[in-house]
């Protein structure tokens, strides 16, 4: 990476602001899943041990630039107090007087998180008051939260204008996996892209479609392809007007040499219910009022092979209604698959993929795990992150 990281500065008896992405999902007021705050430990905690005054930043949700009492993130400062082994002091506001106080107060090697940042309308607008406001309290800019990276606001991109700016060691490590399986492969490269639509994956299928060896398709997005090649999909998901880009697609890999695999039978149901009407079918014999919901036992045979000859699977979406247990068997063969793939380094590109594999125990099988959704997807497609555009460079 290009960029300056916190290695490269000296943070001693510094005020560092650092922006994480703790945005966890929460149930009744607790954290239900703190990989998240975990993956930013060791920046937190290289930070605290060089003698910084570590000032915490984080979103929780969407709360439209208002106080939404259930994204305080207090729950989350008492996570991460467990995870530190040390008290975290949480502000009520993420700038202004009071924060300026708290701030005076701390030592080095203390920690503080603040509130919500998108608790003010100028955070999501990059507002460079907001900006500014933030900036007063630091020193130095620490960017730490990679699933936030592609988003342009306050707190991840315009306070960067105002102070030394650097990345933390979970970005630097997303960045770099994510940026060598993009620019320098190890081969066979395989991409396995599944969820529910086409439209959300456009760019990261032609983006991919330049690079790797085997595209891997699945998931509801798989269906506007089936019909692509002419077949019935009965009431599986479709999208009408990308029937064309599907066929350009295929028609590119073949062009390019990409071995583009579809699913060649499905799990259909009577109805979206996990007590639904199952059948196996042959992806050219789906019934009319069936839908597709998962692939089917042949398919996950023919991905698993792809899988394990692999040196490098990136993945991304799930092969089905995975959260039905009916209708997750696919996406747990995809999972199983790359545990069992030791010889390939295996890439879960965050999102609906990184919590199947959480959820089916398999995530400290995988090489990396990325905590950005939305980030790494963008990533993918090749776009520039604005989080990280705007760090110094080396
Ligand atoms: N055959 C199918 N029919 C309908 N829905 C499906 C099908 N296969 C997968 N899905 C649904 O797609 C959703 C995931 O799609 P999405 O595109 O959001 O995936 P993702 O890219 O992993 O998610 P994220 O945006 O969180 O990164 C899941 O909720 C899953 O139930
Ligand atoms: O969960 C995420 O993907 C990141 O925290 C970004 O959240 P956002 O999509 O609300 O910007």
Not at 209 to 233: M, P, Q, R, S
Request: net charge negative; aromatic share 6%.
């Amino acid at each position: 990476m290009n960029k300056k990281t916190v290695r490269d500065i000296d943070v001693k008896g510094k005020r560092v602001f650092c922006r994480v992405d703790f945005n966890v999902p929460m149930q009744d007021g607790n954290v239900t899943d703190d990989t998240r705050i975990r993956a930013a430990l060791p920046t937190i905690q290289y930070l605290a041990e060089q003698g910084a005054k570590v000032i915490l930043a984080s979103h929780l949700g969407r709360p439209k630039g208002k106080v939404v009492e259930e994204m305080r993130l207090t729950a989350v400062a008492e996570r991460l107090s467990e995870l530190l082994g040390k008290k975290v002091v949480k502000t009520d506001e993420a700038y202004g007087d009071a924060v300026k106080a708290a701030i005076a107060e701390m030592n080095e090697g203390d920690v503080l998180l603040l509130e919500n940042v998108r608790f003010y309308p100028g955070e999501e607008k990059n507002d460079p008051e907001l900006a500014k406001a933030f900036a007063e309290l630091a020193d130095v800019y620490v960017n730490d939260a990679f699933g936030a990276a592609h988003r342009a606001h306050a707190s991840t991109e315009g306070i960067a204008h105002y102070l030394p700016a650097v990345a933390g060691f979970l970005m630097e490590k997303e960045i770099e996996v994510l940026g060598k399986a993009l620019s320098n492969p190890d081969r066979p490269f395989t991409a396995i892209i599944g969820g529910a639509k086409v439209k959300d994956k456009i760019g990261v299928i032609e983006n991919l479609l330049d690079k790797v060896d085997n595209l891997i398709i699945g998931g509801g997005l798989a269906y506007t392809f089936v019909k692509a090649l002419g077949h019935e999909i009965g009431k599986s998901l479709l999208e009408e007007d990308k029937i064309e880009l599907a066929k350009s697609f295929m028609e590119k890999a073949k062009e390019k040499g990409v071995n583009f695999y579809m699913p060649v039978d499905a799990v259909v149901a009577d109805a979206f219910s996990n007590d639904a009407n199952t059948k196996v079918v042959n992806i050219d014999e789906i019934p009319s009022d069936w839908e597709g919901l998962d692939i089917g036992p042949k398919t996950r045979e023919l991905y698993r092979d792809v899988i394990l000859k692999s040196k490098l699977v990136i993945w991304n979406g799930p092969m089905g209604v995975f959260e039905m247990d009916t209708f997750a068997k696919g996406t747990k063969a995809v999972a199983q698959a790359l545990a069992d793939a030791n010889d390939t380094y295996t890439v879960i590109g965050g999102g609906d993929s990184a919590a199947a594999v959480e959820k089916f125990g398999l995530a400290d099988k995988m090489d990396h795990i990325s905590t950005g959704g939305g980030a790494s997807l963008e990533f993918m497609e090749g776009k520039q992150l604005p989080g990280v555009v705007a760090l110094n460079d080396k």
